[in-house]
């Protein structure tokens, strides 16, 4: 067992677990596991987060005394049954920022982070839900998540500290910028600029407490937190797909604006930054106050029908679907011939 194999932190992803766990160690982090380890399999050329090698896991458990399943616990599929059914092995995944994985760079901003959060810790390390797409305010401090270095733009590579030529490992560990060695503590922080209150709360209810299973969407809301999770994404497309160009004019009027991301059917919502993925959160939190009288009012006057939103989404949720189906269907009714002829001996009697 290795001399030093820190604990894992409250909500700490796998992979700042790692990190941190070769740093305390002394060593470099090629060093470590490909060396000191033998670890001979791909790790940091992999989404190691979302699905490790049981090999990677099981040396791990055996060098630090943490059981494999408490470790895959600390990977994003801790939330299968809750936000998605199943984690897929590749590929986008629902909720999930995609970290564009080439070799050992990072070309999407897969992490976000919250500065306050980092300055706090004695220990500075990286979150589980800071991975996750509708997770763009942190719910301690009340602040934006950022989801780059603002000082060079570079997604947080916190695995690439001490790879390379002088393989240093840097005092501030985990907190410096891996391109640009800037310290992310101290990136500045702000508070989102949205002005009703009542829907900023709810957007910051459902990031603090969306793994204790709350939610709410009137009278149907779902005992399953999957099914609400899967309306949130069908209510997301519609205002950021195509069927946004017609609602944005009548959100502006209201004094929400919805800029730099409409009318892209095919971007997912886990590919916007976070900046657009916080503000279209908090519109769909602005939509459920009162759920369905503000979403009704939006679809009535920009002829957002039931046969649009299911266009998005063919199974929508049954707490979606039933809004839809009493309020949007504008479909006419044409009894069927087999109904038609069954009809046909009542009529003559009369």
Known sequence: MLPAHPQPLPDEILSSWMVRLA?????????FYANLLRCKLPIWTRDIDRHPHPAILALLERQTGQSVEALRLRTLQCYEGLIYDVLPQFGNAAWVRPAGVFHRDRRRAGM???PACLADDRVPYFRLRWRLAFYGLCHIHGTCMLDCCPWCGSPVMFHRHGIGRDRVIPHATLCLCSVCNADLREAPVAPPTWQDHASLQRY????????????DCGEFTPGCSISFFHGLRVLLAALSGRFGIRIRPYLADLGIELNGMMGLPKVDYEYYRTAEQRQLMLTVMWLLEGWPARFLDVCYARQLTRSRLTSIEPELPYWLYRVAADYLDQRQYWPCEQELRAAAPYLERR
């Open 23 to 31: 740093f305390e160690n002394g060593y470099s982090i090629h060093t």
């Open 112 to 114: 976000q982070f919250c």
């Open 204 to 215: 910051i209810d459902v990031c603090q407490l969306f793994s204790h299973r709350h939610w």
